[in-house]
């Protein structure tokens, strides 16, 4: 349940099937369950949330599909969701999976070849129901044994979108989320973040991909990563993620961002990080202000200027 109109839609037809439906959904550093949630309560279905960070890690660094057009990989993340569903499946013993996936919608994971390889791949092929595609699809174990019926389900294909809303206004869904959004992955200035983080770091902390969401991102010259936030939500975000051994700057006499600096970095990467800290800040720009730094729980004080022009082209991500 990405919670999506078409994964609303494929679980609310089985369900009115008589079928018994529990819903999953999965979170990692760059989706959420929220979606889900809302449209679960909306549907009025159970649904199980799933932390998959542990499984989804190892997969999104050599995603054996690759990725599209962000740093998603789609293919791949479609398996080990379709896996990880397998196996509760079987522990609940349920008797199938359901998705949302419609044949020929979206271009790299729902034409009719990746929607074979990711059911093959999973490893529960004759499980997977896909209730909107279904009959232009090959009948799963479920159909074949007669416990769900197969002219029940639809042949709703392509791109278009007028089949589901007309669905959707059949069985008085109301509200659903546009079709694209939701994962970071497919975000372009998030996929660039990432792939600079991974040009430095091979084997990133699941805390730095967190960063990646806040603030704008710096990278100084000897490879220390420096963050300004740009707004109250960024610089609350990031105090919550600093820890002891990151140097965190603010301006001591005007309003201004919270700086962070993760861990290992150098004295020059100390004193960009107090000029960025007030070139953002409030402090006028042709003079020099204080900013104090925390690092370790002990505070120094700076008096410098604010970056330039020239700073900031060098290092910015
Ligand atoms: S958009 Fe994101 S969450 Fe969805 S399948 Fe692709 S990588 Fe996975």
Redesign the pocket.
């Known amino acids: 349940m990405s919670g999506g109109l078409d994964s609303m839609l494929a679980a609310k037809l089985i369900a009115s099937l008589d079928v018994d439906v529990t819903c999953i959904t999965f979170t990692s550093p760059?989706?959420d369950a929220r979606k889900a949630q809302d449209a679960a309560r909306q549907l009025n279905l159970p649904l199980i949330v799933e932390d998959i960070t542990a499984e989804f890690l190892p997969m999104f660094k050599a995603p054996r599909y690759g990725y599209g057009k962000g740093m998603?990989?789609?293919i791949d993340?479609?398996t080990l969701m379709l896996n990880i569903t397998g196996r509760k499946m079987e522990k609940m013993e349920a008797d199938f999976i359901i998705t949302g996936e419609v044949l020929g919608q979206r271009p790299m994971?729902q034409t009719r070849q990746s929607l074979n390889i990711v059911a093959k791949n999973s490893g529960y092929a004759d499980y997977i129901l896909r209730p909107l595609s279904a009959q232009l699809l090959s009948p799963i174990k479920a159909e074949r044994e007669g416990k769900i019926e197969r002219s029940r389900l639809l042949s709703i294909s392509g791109r278009g979108r007028k089949d589901q809303m007309r669905l959707a206004e059949n069985f008085g869904i109301t509200r659903y989320p546009p079709a694209a959004g939701g994962?970071l992955?497919?975000d372009p200035m998030f996929a660039r973040r990432l792939r600079e983080l991974f040009s430095f770091t091979k084997n990133p902390e699941i805390r730095d991909y967190h960063l990646l969401k806040y603030g704008r991102h710096f990278r100084t010259p000897d490879g220390a990563k420096i963050i300004v936030g740009r707004n109250n939500k960024d610089n609350e975000e990031l105090r919550k993620l600093a820890t002891e051994n990151d140097l965190v700057c603010n301006t001591a006499e005007f309003p201004g961002p919270v700086v962070l600096v993760p861990k290992g970095y150098s004295d020059s990467a100390r004193l960009l990080a107090a000029k960025l800290c007030l070139r953002y800040s409030d402090a006028p720009k042709n003079g020099q202000a204080a900013v104090i730094c925390r690092h370790n729980r002990q505070d120094t004080s700076f008096i410098t200027t604010a970056a330039d022009e020239n700073d900031l082209s060098v290092i910015i991500i």
């Open positions: 760059f989706f998603n990989p789609c993340c479609h994971s994962c992955l497919t």
